[in-house]
């Protein structure tokens, strides 16, 4: 079985991701992030955002976002957030987890964006004693489906929740492809975002996903929280490591890049080459293609790996590593499905 599409995460890491783990591996260095490693790729993380902010590195999205959560509302409150995103459909309960019982408010809109209009509802929603109101809005940049907020876009988010003082998070796991599709990283501090997971597993790091705290105020007893999860390593600098490769030596923006645009072309073989079409815009490393159940029986039978998504579409996944051999080979194999 093939899995160069199954998802951006079958991927192994990037060479300077490879190259940052064993520099970082060099000697001896201090424990538990107060290393020079560390630092550093907390300085770069900084200096693309434009932002002073507290920065932690932690092993997974899923903990990343639901400790973020977790500060951001209270354990009688929820979170509004796409009823596609990841928070809300992939993590098992994990913002509930960590928060000690925050629910999730789930929003719709096409491609994985909420709906202002939807989101203007549920805040005109009167709050009572028997269900948990909305104290916090997650954003999901690029989206599951792909799709890439605009800065207007977002800002028509966040305006409104940010007027009612609730808290806003950014699952960013896919931050690199929305960068590469044209996002300015410096719009999150501008429009107000309090917590952004800045991702690196999918961007070509090992399982490194970073924590970053705009709203210093969150960061009070931060490394506690962290350690009650389970979420800080003792060698930080080896967690590090990887993200200060990929940062320094750009690879975290071209690898986005080269995703992204492997994606476009293999949506543009699919959209010539095929019967089949396209269900979702083609904005970041994702594609969605509409094909009937028995047809991607007889794409899985010919040994490519992929995956029927929540919105009935299969969903093919290009990352840094994606060949572009390998994107024609696939698009020869869904052209001879019909």
Request: one cysteine or more; glycine letters at 10%.
């Amino acid at each position: 079985m093939r899995y160069d599409f199954g998802s951006d995460n079958t991927a192994g890491m990037a060479p300077s991701a490879v190259e940052g783990l064993a520099r970082a591996n060099a000697g001896y260095a201090r424990s538990y992030g107060s290393d020079e490693i560390t630092a550093r790729a907390a300085d770069q993380i900084r200096q693309r955002l434009d932002a002073d902010a507290e920065i932690r590195f932690v092993f997974s999205g899923t903990a990343a976002n639901a400790i973020a959560l977790s500060m951001l509302a209270f354990p009688f409150e929820a979170v509004l957030a796409h009823n596609a995103a990841h928070v809300c459909t992939d993590e098992t309960g994990a913002p509930g987890f960590f928060g000690q019982g925050v629910g999730l408010i789930g929003l719709p809109g096409f491609s994985g964006r909420i709906d202002p209009l939807a989101l203007k509802a549920q805040l005109a929603e009167p709050e009572v004693g028997h269900r948990q109101p909305p104290a916090a809005l997650s954003l999901t940049q690029a989206t599951e489906y792909g799709a890439v907020y605009t800065e207007e876009e977002l800002r028509h988010l966040i305006e409104p929740v940010k007027a009612r003082g609730y808290g806003v998070h950014m699952d960013g796991a896919r931050l690199a492809n929305a960068v590469a599709a044209g996002f300015d990283l410096k719009d999150i501090p501008r429009l107000g975002v309090d917590v952004l997971v800045f991702g690196g597993a999918k961007a070509g790091a090992n399982c490194v996903e970073a924590l970053v705290l705009f709203d210093k105020s969150l960061a009070r007893r931060l490394d506690n929280r962290l350690k009650q999860a389970g979420q800080v390593a003792s060698k930080a600098r080896l967690l590090a490591g990887p993200m200060l490769g990929l940062l320094e030596s750009g690879d975290w923006e071209s690898g986005g890049a080269h995703a992204n645009l492997m994606a476009k072309r293999l949506a543009a073989g699919v959209a010539t080459r095929s019967p089949y079409v396209l269900a979702h815009p083609v904005e970041a490393n994702t594609v969605f293609v509409r094909m009937p159940a028995e047809a991607h029986q007889r794409l899985n039978a010919l040994g490519w790996a992929c995956y029927r998504f929540d919105d009935g579409s299969v969903r093919f996944v290009c990352s840094w590593a994606t060949q572009a051999e390998a994107v024609d080979e696939l698009i020869e194999a869904i052209a001879g499905l019909n």
